[in-house]
């Protein structure tokens, strides 16, 4: 898949995270600060293994079908917490807490090249397994919509035909004009596979943009 082969077309479906910013960069820099943070704390080591659990769940095919809110309720059951704390947690650490740093690992060019497919008339959606407003909001990307595991209409995690039917749906274009664009062939390459629209590695994207 060329570079303008893929400016040709009209809708862009965006994975976010390990797309839009750098995974390894994201998590390396997370590991350092929760390292100094619970040296200092080491009673409250019992919060890393809930965090660990959580997105054991929420990776896990035998609970593909349940929302964050169910999976972090499952996680208080585990740990034997209180639900309020474990969700104040999980919300902290792994959905707020990353926003400070989101910026910094991003991926300038692929967000720079939606811009420019955005400015250009093309329609730019958001799809994630996990909440994005805040994340998006953060990395400076301009979009149409932003579609997650936890919509009413979708209520299912990546790969889910009926998800892509939905997306499709509301993106008014047939299959052909569209391109997804993800950085996990099992996940996001399969999802695109399931309506039979092309699929682009972020790898190969930046290889062909930069950054």
């Known amino acids: ?73 499952l996680t208080a059951k585990k ?28 991926f300038g060019g692929v967000i720079a090249f939606l811009k420019e497919m955005k400015k250009s008339g093309k329609k730019v959606f958001v799809y994630s397994d996990y909440p994005a407003y805040e994340k998006v909001q953060k990395l400076g990307l301009e979009y149409d919509r932003i579609f997650t595991s936890d919509d009413g209409g979708i209520n299912e995690r990546k790969p889910s035909l009926n998800a892509m039917e939905y997306i499709l749906s509301n993106a008014c274009a047939p299959a052909k004009d ?8 099992e996940l996001d390459g399969k999802s695109a596979e399931l309506v039979n629209i092309d699929y682009c590695d972020v790898k190969a994207l930046i290889a062909l943009i930069g950054g």
Not at 22 to 47: D, I, Q
Not at 178 to 185: A, L, P, Q, S
Request: charged residues 30%.
């Open 1 to 73: 898949m060329n570079f303008d082969y893929i400016k040709q077309k009209t809708v862009f479906i965006v994975d976010v995270d390990g797309t839009l910013y750098s995974m390894e960069k994201m998590h390396k820099t997370m590991a350092k600060k929760l390292f100094s943070y619970y040296l200092v704390h080491p009673l409250k080591l019992k919060e890393l293994y809930a965090l660990y659990y959580f997105r054991k769940l929420r990776d896990s095919e035998d609970f593909k079908s349940l929302s964050v809110d169910e999976c972090m309720e």
């Open 178 to 185: 569209c391109v997804y664009i993800g950085d996990r062939e």
């Open 79 to 106: 740990l034997n917490m209180k639900t309020s704390a474990a969700k104040e947690l999980i919300n902290y650490r792994m959905f707020e807490y990353p926003l400070d740093i989101i910026f910094e690992c991003r």
